[in-house]
């Protein structure tokens, strides 16, 4: 028996996998060719209350714990990460925020739209000063009549066009640090219109939407390619004093914590691009014959094949563990780094593996090994760098020698 699934979960999990097999197999190849946004399948997945799987029923979710959003997150990342991201970015980074330092007032006003999928929402954090040092935010936001005056932009955001609703930080006292960053939630037209209309979800006229934030140009991306990622720019964008999210000077301090559990998601989606790279490769070298034997039968293929399931198992694990914790109301941040750098690794070393494995084949678009290769890169990057994490592990190493 699972010791972290239960009969909920197992039934969770397989759903999905036939929804992936179903819908997002036939488009992968074609949606990252284009950079296409999958608006359809978003749809589906919202119908299906997999955009708001944490968040209480009261507020539209599905009210599952933190271990089921992670096996959604996984399942799809196995066939496309793009599907994945789409659905953790909006998940973790837009809605937890509003979730844990909302006032109820937000969070009946904000949550459910995002919880059922008829908006997407997004998390403006990174600048372009401030990546890894989140504490050198420069967007500014200054109090006046009633509420703020933001002006800055934001850089590498996902749903930043096609999204709705939006958690960003701000300065809102220069002289305090990483203490006078505050956080707020503003809202503009998704830039999708037209493909919103045809699939009726996606904008929602009824938000507050503040004049003077507009979306960049869809960034050409190595990987994630059918998921929305531009520059969101504040021009004097004004939103009232009600949609600031918690007390001023706490933005940084929120968002870090933030940051903890979407660590989290990249690690389940790190875990399924690995395991979906694993599970090509031993299809593909159980069928291929060279030398007039199956492929299977070199002994290097078993032990690199042999070596990555060891390996995928135990980011599982800790993966499974962290998502625990978290349910069980434990500390989890050093867990989640370390699921994060694991997993993260493990995901670009099991595709190149099976781009290896495959040979010219894997090379080529044909076999989404490739795809998976390049995805995998962005798991390093995003929720910090990898770097980042063994900075946060470190440092609870050695508050734990000190405690």
């Not at 939006?166 to 960053?181: E, L, N, Y």
């Amino acid at each position: 028996m699972d010791p972290y699934l239960d009969p909920d979960h197992l039934s969770l999990q397989a759903d999905v996998r036939r929804f992936a097999f179903d819908r997002i197999v036939p488009v992968a190849r074609e949606l990252d060719e284009t950079g296409r946004f999958p608006w359809d399948n978003v749809k589906s997945m919202g119908e299906r209350g997999w955009l708001g799987v944490p968040v209480p029923a009261e507020l539209s979710g599905m009210g599952r714990d933190y271990l089921s959003y992670i096996l959604v997150i996984e399942e799809l990342a196995k066939h496309d990460a793009s599907h994945a991201i789409t659905v953790s970015a909006h998940t973790t980074l837009a809605m937890s925020p509003i979730l844990a330092f909302g006032t109820a007032e937000q969070r009946e006003r904000f949550v459910p739209l995002l919880a059922s999928g008829q908006v997407l929402g997004g998390f403006g954090l990174t600048e372009p000063g401030a990546g890894s040092d989140s504490s050198g935010t420069r967007t500014r936001a200054v109090a006046t009549d009633g509420g703020y005056s933001i002006a800055g932009s934001k850089i590498f955001i996902t749903h930043a066009g096609v999204g709705e609703i939006f958690v960003v930080t701000a300065v809102t006292d220069p002289g305090a640090g990483h203490r006078g960053i505050s956080s707020f939630v503003i809202c503009k037209p998704t830039v999708d219109r037209e493909e919103a209309t045809r699939t009726g979800v996606g904008h929602r006229p009824a938000l507050p939407y503040s004049d003077g934030v507009t979306a960049g140009a869809r960034e050409d991306k190595l990987g994630w390619r059918a998921s929305d990622t531009r520059e969101l720019h504040f021009q004097d964008a004004w939103v009232p004093a009600n949609q600031r999210l918690g007390d001023e000077g706490r933005g940084f301090r929120n968002f870090m914590q933030i940051l903890d559990a979407g660590r989290i998601g990249i690690a389940a989606l790190s875990l399924g691009i690995a395991q979906g790279a694993l599970d090509i490769a031993l299809d593909y070298t159980a069928r291929r014959r060279q030398f007039n034997r199956p492929v299977w039968e070199f002994q290097d293929i078993q032990f690199g094949l042999a070596d990555l399931a060891a390996e995928v198992q135990g980011a599982r694990h800790l993966t499974y563990h962290v998502a625990w914790l978290k349910d069980s109301g434990r500390p989890f941040a050093k867990e989640a780094a370390m699921a994060k750098l694991v997993a993260a690794r493990l995901a670009g070393k099991a595709a190149r593996t099976a781009v290896q494995f495959l040979g010219g084949a894997g090379y080529t678009s044909d076999h989404p090994v490739e795809r998976m290769m390049r995805d995998a890169k962005a798991c390093e990057i995003g929720e910090g760098t990898k770097e980042i994490q063994k900075i946060v592990i470190a440092r609870h190493l050695l508050r734990e020698l000190q405690s």
